[in-house]
Each structure stands twice: as C-alpha cells, then as structure tokens.
C-alpha cells in the first residue's frame, strides 16, 4: 500500500494561496487539512470567516477544513455552512498547544475531558451532514490521557485520527512517544495518522522502521523546509530532475500572488521572511542566504538577495 501524506494546517503559512501554488509545482500530497477556523455564536456563518476555503480560492488536491471550538451548537452550525460549500469531511482540532487557546477549554486544552468530549462527539455527529475526523496530541499534561478518549473514538463513526504523540504542554519540545503511539493504533478501531518531527526523507525512512501498521503521514514543517519531500516519499528516493528551476518557479509566483494580495510591502517581506525560516533548510549555503533575506529592509533589497543566490547557481541539499 502506498503511503498517503496529508499537509499540516499551519497557521500563517499553509493558507489558500500556499496550497495552490504548492499543488501547481509539487507532487505527492494526497489532502491538506485548512488552519483552523474558530467556531462562531450566532446562527449564521458570515462568508468573510470561510475565506481561505471557499471553494472559488482552491485548486485540484482534495482540502478539509478544520475547526477550532468547544460549543457543540457553534460546531454544528459552521459544519453545516461548510458542507453547502462542498465540504462532506470536516476535522475537529483536539491538539492545538497554543496556551492561549488551551486555557480556554479548546484544543489540547479539552483532551482531560473524556466525559465532555464524548458529549460532543454524541451530539455533533447526530446534526452534521458532514463525516467527521480528529486531530489530537496524547493529552494536554499527561500521554495517558489518551487511553481515556481513545474507547470514546470507538464509539463514533469517526472518518480517522491524526495523532500527534507529545502532549500540549510540551508543545513540540522534547521527543516524540512512539511507544505510546504504537499503543493507540493498536486500540484504536479507526484509521490512524501519525503527524510530527517528519522533517526529511531520512527521518521518514526512521520512523516508518519503527512505526507498523500505519501508512498515512501528516506532514507540516518538513514540507515548507523541503517542498519536494512528499514526493521523495511517494518515489521512494530523492532523485528529483532540475529541482532547482522548479524551486524557483515555485517561489516567483508565490511572491507574486501574495503581492496581490497582501497590504503592502511590508506585509509581503514580513510574510516572506517566515516562509524561508523553512526554505532556507533544504537549500545549499541556505542558512547564508536566510541571515541575507533578515537583513533585508525592503523588497529591493530582498529581491537582490534571493535573485543573486539562483544566479550563482544554488543547489538542493541531498
């Protein structure tokens, strides 16, 4: 069986235009899952929140949206907005970190309630049209919640569970808890997707070595760092023909849509600069051309860095 890769939801990063342009210049992503939206009160969705998914903002490669929330009305009332637009799958984020928004009983914040996750899960998959999936960590304090949800997952006609093993309050500091992993998909009567730390095509050789029975990956870091990774995968190595050229064209038109569509220049370079905080990892003598970009205090000056590093004739890492 081949393995499938699914596109992390990165916030600031894999939005419309992101994906778009990925799936113009890159092969091997099977789905990508959306940043998430947080759920709203009020008994309409207004389009301006469905932006980044609306159907007329993305191209070809399958797309779930995800949604950010605890109320079960408000769930319910923005899947339903989302299946009118052609949504049949929705995921519910359970493995968010982010203190600010754990602290609010959302994300990784929800996983030490077993008993109001399983009230949810009753009532919201009894009033969407929608298949659902979840995306979840091994708890918020400790790996052990997980054995408390995962008898509850089994219980719901649940699409998959994309499993991220740290637990929130590491965010994604220290390593991952393969063990415990293995542990969940041997109980878990659902597909499972093993997300984190897939950052090159070693360390997915690594880990499919030491990971059995699952053969959907969800992957975020590793393809902003290397937008050929899901391919390496997929191909099974890492020969890819005139990489460099493609790279390039990839970046042009991604600067240029954004150009279209952000504020401003200075929107444009900020939004830039974030994105080769990863790109810069793949490239030869990339961390020279990263202090170069930071540096830069405009576009002008932006434009002439990168320009000159293709001129000279920059490589890919193998």
């Not at 089994?154 to 542990?183: A, C």
């Not at 090159?200 to 990971?211: A, D, G, M």
């Not at 954004?258 to 793949?282: I, N, T």
Request: charged share 25%.
């Amino acid at each position: 069986m081949q393995d499938l890769i699914q596109l992390a939801p990165m916030r600031g990063f894999t939005d419309a235009i992101y994906r778009n342009t990925f799936d113009e210049h890159f092969k091997g992503i099977d789905t990508m899952i959306a940043p998430f939206i947080s759920s709203v009160k009020g008994s309409r969705i207004k389009k301006k929140l469905l932006k980044d998914v609306l159907p007329e903002n993305n191209d070809r490669t399958s797309l779930i949206p995800q949604i950010l929330g605890k109320s079960t009305e408000e769930f319910i009332t923005l899947s339903r907005a989302l299946y009118d637009f052609g949504y049949n799958t929705v995921n519910w984020n359970l493995g968010c970190p982010s203190p600010l928004v754990a602290k609010k009983g959302r994300g990784s914040g929800l996983l030490p309630y077993p008993d109001c996750i399983d009230a949810f899960l009753e009532k919201v998959l009894n009033n969407i049209p929608n298949q659902l999936s979840l995306k979840v960590r091994l708890g918020r304090f400790e790996k052990k919640e997980i054995f408390d949800l995962i008898p509850i997952f089994n219980h719901y006609p649940l699409v998959e569970i994309i499993i991220h093993p740290r637990t929130g309050v590491q965010m994604y500091k220290g390593e991952v808890d393969l063990e415990t992993f293995q542990k969940c998909v041997s109980i878990s009567d659902h597909p499972v997707v093993y997300n984190g730390d897939i950052v090159s095509f070693e360390s997915f050789l690594k880990l499919k070595q030491k990971v059995s029975n699952v053969s959907a990956w969800m992957i975020g870091r590793g393809v902003l760092a290397n937008p050929f990774l899901p391919e390496n995968i997929k191909a099974g190595h890492t020969n890819i023909s005139s990489p460099l050229p493609l790279f390039k064209a990839f970046h042009d038109t991604l600067i240029r849509r954004y150009s279209e569509k952000l504020c401003g220049p200075s929107y444009l370079l900020q939004r830039m600069k974030g994105l080769w905080g990863y790109l810069a990892r793949c490239l030869e003598k990339g961390d020279k051309l990263l202090k170069q970009i930071r540096k830069a205090e405009n576009m002008m000056f932006y434009e002439r860095a990168v320009n000159a590093y293709f001129e000279q004739g920059g490589g890919l890492k193998n």
